[in-house]
């Protein structure tokens, strides 16, 4: 069945690069997401992955998929306390559903 | 820029009282969803919905829940009768033809 896992909590000092792992279970994922939450709101999505590509960059954000490996990480560069949140990855299939399949979330603390 | 909308943002109802959860989803969009958090739980898979009907139910949603979109721009999530175990955030999401879905701010239902 699906299942995506992911660490729960990660601290990094302000200005650092923070990675954020993710590792899901079902090879035939066609889409892979990163959501971030933030206290008390809801969910925005970040960027996303499609599974024929290994690497996605957009601003500070670098996405890279090890599909051999079913892992999916999150690097966000010159982390800033801003980017303090609770961050979730995500997966969907190619069926008519689309339905996202969602990790735990791994609670980022960006310290001063 | 379009964003989903969702009211109230917190219910508080009685165990055994109706609820109605409101979603207002990107206007051009056509694909809807509910998603639910429990505190501290990853974020659940309940329906999906296209074309005035359900595409695929979780085993989350039984009997008691049901979802309208009552006119073209509303899309409800029903709960008949409640139970302690339902409070949680619910999000709404819809998305385009793309495979890109997006969150509304959720609501937070307290059954006492």
């Known amino acids: 069945g699906e299942d995506v896992e992911q660490s729960l909590f990660l601290s990094v000092r302000e200005g650092d690069s923070s990675v954020i792992n993710c590792t899901y279970t079902d090879s035939s994922s066609t889409y892979l997401y990163w959501y971030k939450q933030e206290p008390g709101a809801g969910l925005q999505l970040l960027t996303y992955i499609f599974s024929n590509m290994d690497m996605k960059q957009d601003q500070r954000l670098t996405v890279l998929l090890n599909k051999k490996d079913k892992h999916l990480s999150l690097r966000i560069a010159d982390t800033q306390t801003g980017d303090s949140a609770i961050y979730f990855c995500a997966e969907s299939f190619d069926t008519g559903r689309r339905a996202l399949t969602f990790g735990s979330g791994t609670r980022l603390q960006v310290q001063p | 820029e379009p964003e989903v909308t969702q009211t109230p943002s917190h219910q508080v109802t009685q165990m055994g009282q109706e609820v109605i959860l409101r979603c207002v989803p990107i206007s051009n969009h056509l694909y809807f969803y509910w998603y639910r958090q429990i505190l501290g739980q990853k974020v659940e898979f309940l329906v999906s919905?296209?074309?005035?009907?359900?595409?695929?139910k979780s085993e989350i949603f039984d009997d008691q829940f049901s979802v309208e979109r009552p006119d073209g721009s509303n899309f409800t999530l029903k709960i008949r009768s409640t139970k302690l175990e339902d409070s949680a955030m619910y999000f709404c999401a819809s998305r385009a033809y793309t495979d890109t879905q997006y969150f509304g701010p959720g609501t937070r239902l307290t059954v006492l």
């Open positions: 919905f296209y074309n005035n009907e359900i595409s695929e």
